[in-house]
């Protein structure tokens, strides 16, 4: 099997998109910007208000999920900066990039520069972000509760220590990320001094909501690009996830996965419009998250079965 050494970038013509259409659709919308930040943010402090509310202890790990559902959305418009889609000057985005990304202690310059070369190498040899099958379903349940927190803060504590990975080569990427690690670690500082003066209240609003956004973040990153083709294709390397509308108002529409791809430079709240216009050419599509796991784990149940009967006869 011939492997792929270089990017050769396939672009079928049934994914262009007319340019006036697609000169409105990059247009940034920021009533709607207004509104998915304000979702996001209301719905952590009104969780957090229930939770004081009712103050009952068999309440609390429910609404951690869902907190961290939401904490996993922050990622969204962090994601928006990335690709400078909030506003049209760089340092405004880069500035608001930086202030998301705090809360789930995130270096924003780190992030963005290995997204955009996961971006120019989807599926392909020199993936950031490349998600290899897994052979069982331990492995798969491992990754969700552990080893996704733990290459997370390994990950964290190079680029603090400034260990900076091979794609990280420019003075430039540097420079930012260690400007980024400045207010990452101010922001530390800030976190770990709330929990030694509000200890409960710093565990329950923040720490174990955090913790729980790891394992959300995973089972929405994940139907990303698993299983899909190894190609530079864009019709058949990416998944698009249609999902619920709450889903998708925590993601600002990151579920339309396959659509960013192929126009990284149209803003998250205006790909369901792209959708309606090139959706229906993409290989990879699936109904909700929850029916993408279940696929994985019957998958992964049934090859566990086959093993241990196989290993059984034997």
């Excluded at 290899?132 to 491992?142: E, I």
């Excluded at 923040?206 to 299983?227: D, K, Q, R, V």
Aim: glycine share 4%.
């Amino acid at each position: 099997m011939k492997s792929i050494n270089k990017v050769k970038r396939i672009f079928p013509t049934e994914l262009v998109v007319d340019s006036q259409v697609f000169y409105d659709i990059q247009k940034p919308n920021l009533v709607k910007i207004f509104l998915f930040s304000s979702f996001n943010l209301s719905a952590y402090v009104l969780l957090c208000w229930i939770g004081v509310m009712l103050h009952n202890w068999l309440v609390w790990p429910l609404l951690w999920c869902f907190q961290g559902f939401i904490f996993s959305g922050f990622i969204a418009p962090v994601h928006e900066c990335v690709h400078n889609n909030l506003s049209s000057s760089v340092k405004v985005n880069r500035l608001i990039g930086v202030v998301w990304s705090l809360p789930i202690i995130l270096n924003f310059s780190s992030y963005k520069y290995k997204h955009l070369e996961h971006h120019k190498y989807t599926r392909i040899v020199g993936d950031t972000s490349n998600f290899d099958d897994y052979s069982s379903l331990g492995g798969y349940f491992l990754d969700l509760f552990v080893l996704n927190v733990v290459n997370y803060v390994l990950q964290l504590t190079n680029i603090i220590l400034e260990n900076f990975p091979n794609y990280i080569h420019l003075e430039k990427a540097r420079r930012d990320i260690q400007i980024d690690n400045l207010a990452l670690l101010g922001w530390i500082a800030l976190v770990v001094t709330s929990t030694i003066v509000w200890t409960k209240f710093t565990f329950l609003f923040y720490w174990c909501p955090l913790l729980m956004s790891f394992p959300s973040a995973f089972l929405t990153a994940i139907p990303e690009h698993y299983g899909c083709d190894k190609t530079s294709n864009p019709l058949d390397n990416t998944r698009t996830t249609l999902s619920n509308s709450f889903v998708r108002c925590v993601m600002w529409n990151a579920n339309y996965h396959a659509e960013h791809h192929v126009y990284p430079s149209v803003p998250s709240h205006n790909l369901p419009i792209l959708h309606t216009l090139i959706g229906k050419y993409f290989q990879y599509q699936e109904q909700s998250y929850f029916l993408f796991h279940l696929k994985i784990i019957q998958g992964l149940l049934n090859k566990d079965n086959t093993l241990k009967k196989n290993n059984y006869q034997q």
